[in-house]
């Protein structure tokens, strides 16, 4: 019996899941980009020392100065600020003086999120496996309730990051075992278009992020409130459940059985059969491999380094221009909300391409669409800025559209017996490039504006052209065994030679009744 006609493929039970994963998608990029708006670009003048006063205009314009210019025109660093506080109330930047030689700390909180992000991701993914996918979110919920909570009290820079890495430490664990728990729960002919549904719950956080800063511009109260908005997932308790394929990989067959019968009932099913009869139980007697075995094989160890490569890539262009929207030219809330409404109609024009075009296809294309954005706001004249932010959103809103495409085509271009480590080590190289995606914006500073952006476009247009040497998953079944793997570019060009062959055969035919 296969376990999703017993219980059903999408029903009630599987729809409350669904719900309570979304919101926890959206209220962690909540999370996840509110330091965009923690620490955003301030007015400062220099308090102390204080300027020299032939220099009748320093006492009242917010020039941000790190240097002071004395009576003898020699000059001194500044070591008290005040900041302009008429366009938001106090942050991290005002209450910890992170301008000058301590700017670069604000990248620096950034990439501290996406190292607890980094390590969340290997470590609770041990967990999960090993204790279950249950125990494993009631870890994470803690740890993230309690970091974000802790913050609040903060009494200096250090305690605060310490803190958000903590905060990155649970709430990633919740994000991606919620993920494969839905994944999990659903059944195979609706996994796709859930898959792409749970990640809207990004995109809706993105824009709901833009107006909850409009309103709460205190890093203190906003702090607050993020952290509240998590309590209500107490209430879930009795919604989320164990994996059913966990449970029956690791022999739980009582509470699986009230599991099922539970979920029978929720979606209007009759419960038959004996449960040891689920496909769930034979699939306990495939052979896990190792990556050992899939580096042995010379085809899909060279597909698994391309993959890292382009999750890298992508990770990287996605955290470099969503966490920038603040040097974007405009109204730094508009554009962050701008940033997240494009990812709308990107991932709606993503699952009409898959069906169309394919997904290597689609993925080259939209990093080579980047690559041409990133490389026109080169040329873009200094009084034109509106026409630099939209190139940028134009290049947001492609590289959302090949990250969210990975996952699906990692998970076709790889076996079933290395498909779970494969993701997960994708998933987790692609930190390092979100780890390294905040830097950009001091590499622009220490170098030339046009440095980041000109890395930006050469790394899509190396991702498009590397996308082209993978094969086409579109269609095709996905591979069991590391040889269906190895074989995986076989299988498809053999499968298009006799598609060829036989159209040609029909068009011969066809010509022939006609003479």
């Given at each position: 019996?296969?376990?999703?006609?017993?219980?059903?493929?999408?029903?009630?039970?599987?729809?409350?899941?669904?719900?309570?994963?979304?919101?926890?998608?959206?209220?962690?990029?909540?999370?996840?980009?509110?330091?965009?708006f923690?620490?955003?670009?301030?007015?400062?003048?220099?308090?102390?020392?204080?300027?020299?006063?032939?220099?009748?205009?320093?006492?009242?314009?917010?020039?941000?100065?790190?240097?002071?210019?004395?009576?003898?025109?020699?000059?001194?660093?500044?070591?008290?600020?005040?900041?302009?506080?008429?366009?938001?109330?106090e942050?991290?930047?005002?209450?910890?003086?992170?301008?000058?030689?301590?700017?670069?700390?604000?990248?620096?909180?950034?990439?501290?999120?996406?190292?607890?992000?980094?390590l969340?991701?290997?470590f609770?993914?041990?967990?999960?496996?090993?204790?279950g996918?249950?125990?494993?979110?009631?870890?994470?919920?803690?740890?993230?309730?309690?970091?974000?909570?802790?913050?609040?009290?903060?009494?200096?820079?250090?305690?605060?990051?310490?803190?958000?890495?903590?905060?990155?430490?649970?709430?990633?664990?919740?994000?991606?075992?919620?993920?494969?728990?839905?994944?999990?729960?659903?059944?195979?002919?609706?996994?796709?278009?859930?898959?792409?549904?749970?990640?809207?719950?990004w995109?809706?956080?993105?824009?709901?992020?833009?107006?909850?800063?409009?309103?709460?511009?205190?890093?203190?109260?906003?702090?607050?409130?993020?952290?509240?908005?998590?309590?209500?997932?107490?209430?879930?308790?009795?919604?989320?459940?164990?994996?059913?394929?966990?449970?029956?990989?690791?022999?739980?067959?009582?509470?699986?059985?009230?599991?099922?019968?539970?979920?029978?009932?929720?979606?209007?099913?009759?419960?038959?059969?004996?449960?040891?009869?689920?496909?769930?139980?034979?699939?306990?007697?495939?052979?896990?491999?190792?990556l050992?075995?899939?580096?042995?094989?010379?085809?899909?160890?060279?597909?698994?380094?391309?993959?890292?490569?382009?999750?890298?890539?992508?990770?990287?262009?996605?955290?470099?221009?969503?966490?920038?929207?603040?040097?974007?030219?405009?109204?730094?809330?508009?554009?962050?909300?701008?940033?997240?409404?494009?990812?709308?109609?990107?991932?709606?024009?993503?699952?009409?391409?898959?069906?169309?075009?394919g997904?290597?296809?689609?993925?080259?294309?939209?990093?080579?669409?980047?690559?041409?954005?990133?490389?026109?706001?080169?040329?873009?004249?200094?009084?034109?800025?509106?026409?630099?932010?939209?190139?940028?959103?134009?290049g947001?809103?492609?590289?959302?559209?090949?990250?969210?495409?990975?996952?699906?085509?990692?998970?076709?271009?790889?076996?079933?017996?290395?498909?779970?480590?494969?993701?997960?080590?994708?998933?987790?190289?692609?930190?390092?490039g979100?780890?390294?995606?905040?830097?950009?914006?001091?590499?622009?500073?220490?170098?030339?504006?046009?440095?980041?952006?000109?890395?930006?476009?050469?790394?899509?247009?190396?991702?498009?052209?590397?996308?082209?040497?993978?094969?086409?998953?579109?269609?095709?079944?996905?591979?069991?065994?590391?040889?269906?793997?190895?074989?995986?570019?076989?299988?498809?060009?053999?499968?298009?030679?006799?598609?060829?062959?036989?159209?040609?055969?029909?068009?011969?035919?066809?010509?022939?009744?006609?003479?």
């Amino acid at each position: 019996m296969e376990f999703f006609d017993v219980v059903g493929s999408f029903g009630p039970w599987q729809r409350r899941v669904f719900v309570v994963f979304w919101f926890v998608n959206m209220l962690g990029i909540f999370q996840n980009f509110s330091i965009t708006f923690l620490a955003p670009n301030m007015d400062f003048r220099c308090v102390e020392p204080a300027p020299w006063q032939g220099n009748s205009s320093a006492d009242f314009v917010f020039d941000a100065r790190c240097e002071v210019l004395q009576e003898d025109n020699t000059t001194i660093k500044c070591t008290r600020w005040e900041y302009d506080l008429s366009e938001t109330s106090e942050t991290i930047v005002s209450k910890w003086d992170l301008v000058c030689d301590q700017e670069w700390l604000i990248s620096l909180t950034k990439s501290v999120y996406m190292v607890g992000f980094l390590l969340s991701v290997s470590f609770f993914g041990l967990v999960s496996d090993c204790l279950g996918r249950f125990p494993a979110l009631v870890m994470c919920y803690v740890i993230n309730i309690f970091s974000m909570f802790g913050s609040l009290l903060s009494t200096s820079y250090i305690m605060f990051i310490v803190l958000r890495f903590f905060q990155a430490f649970g709430r990633a664990g919740i994000t991606t075992i919620g993920y494969v728990l839905v994944m999990e729960t659903v059944g195979p002919k609706h996994r796709a278009e859930v898959g792409i549904a749970v990640q809207l719950g990004w995109s809706t956080g993105f824009v709901g992020l833009a107006a909850v800063v409009w309103f709460i511009r205190d890093w203190f109260w906003l702090q607050l409130f993020l952290s509240c908005t998590f309590l209500p997932f107490l209430l879930t308790y009795n919604i989320v459940p164990e994996s059913p394929r966990w449970l029956a990989m690791h022999g739980k067959t009582e509470r699986l059985e009230k599991l099922m019968t539970k979920v029978a009932a929720l979606n209007g099913k009759e419960l038959k059969g004996d449960i040891r009869d689920l496909d769930l139980f034979k699939d306990k007697k495939e052979k896990t491999e190792t990556l050992w075995g899939l580096l042995k094989k010379p085809k899909m160890r060279n597909r698994f380094l391309k993959m890292i490569y382009l999750w890298m890539v992508n990770a990287f262009l996605y955290y470099g221009v969503s966490y920038n929207t603040n040097d974007l030219a405009g109204n730094p809330y508009l554009n962050f909300f701008v940033a997240g409404v494009v990812e709308f109609p990107c991932r709606g024009l993503v699952f009409l391409s898959i069906k169309w075009w394919g997904r290597r296809p689609t993925i080259s294309c939209f990093m080579g669409v980047c690559s041409a954005a990133f490389g026109a706001m080169l040329l873009v004249p200094q009084g034109v800025p509106w026409l630099s932010t939209t190139l940028a959103m134009v290049g947001k809103f492609c590289v959302t559209g090949s990250f969210s495409l990975l996952y699906l085509y990692t998970t076709e271009a790889f076996p079933t017996v290395v498909r779970n480590i494969v993701l997960g080590s994708c998933s987790m190289c692609a930190r390092f490039g979100s780890i390294l995606a905040p830097f950009s914006r001091e590499l622009g500073r220490a170098t030339h504006p046009f440095v980041p952006i000109a890395l930006y476009a050469v790394l899509s247009l190396s991702g498009s052209l590397l996308t082209l040497l993978l094969p086409e998953t579109r269609g095709q079944d996905m591979p069991d065994s590391l040889q269906d793997g190895e074989d995986l570019g076989k299988v498809i060009e053999k499968k298009e030679q006799d598609r060829t062959t036989s159209n040609a055969k029909q068009s011969s035919t066809e010509m022939d009744s006609q003479l």
